[in-house]
């Protein structure tokens, strides 16, 4: 688990994109964060959450509590809805789609300013 320490600690922010199983986080992705617990990589650590429907929202609210209780900074993205299954789901495809790709690169470009924000007031003078 230093590795994801690590990787976790060394950036300014994270991308968490779940889908939901029975309302919840899936188990893997609630163990991962269990081992940052208690240590500093979360604290203060910018978290962009995007729900992959609008029906999942159990997950979603389940792992904002999560990483809040964590320290993080939650950042909730819209859901974007995703389509189940089929040869479109390849990542081409799906940046493609105006239903997907655009809110898609919204998010992305909001957390990115937000990232550049919390930057700039950490730097000297800033």
Do not use: C
């Not at 188990?27 to 995007?50: F, H, I, Q, S, T």
Request: hydrophobic letters at 50%; glycine letters at 12%; charged letters at 15%.
């Amino acid at each position: 688990m230093r590795g994801l320490r690590a990787a976790v600690g060394g950036v300014d922010g994270v991308v968490i994109s779940t889908p939901e199983y029975a309302h919840g986080v899936p188990g893997v992705l609630k163990n991962a964060l269990d081992w940052l617990v208690g240590g500093p990589e979360m604290v203060e650590r910018r978290v962009l959450l995007l729900g992959t429907s609008r029906h999942s929202v159990h997950a979603t609210a389940s792992l904002a509590g999560t990483l809040r209780m964590m320290s993080a900074h939650v950042l909730e993205a819209p859901p974007i809805e995703l389509p189940r299954g089929g040869p479109t789901l390849h990542e081409r495809a799906l940046a493609a789609d105006p239903a997907v790709g655009l809110p898609l690169a919204a998010a992305l470009a909001g957390f990115v300013q937000t990232l550049l924000a919390v930057r700039a007031r950490r730097a000297p003078g800033g």
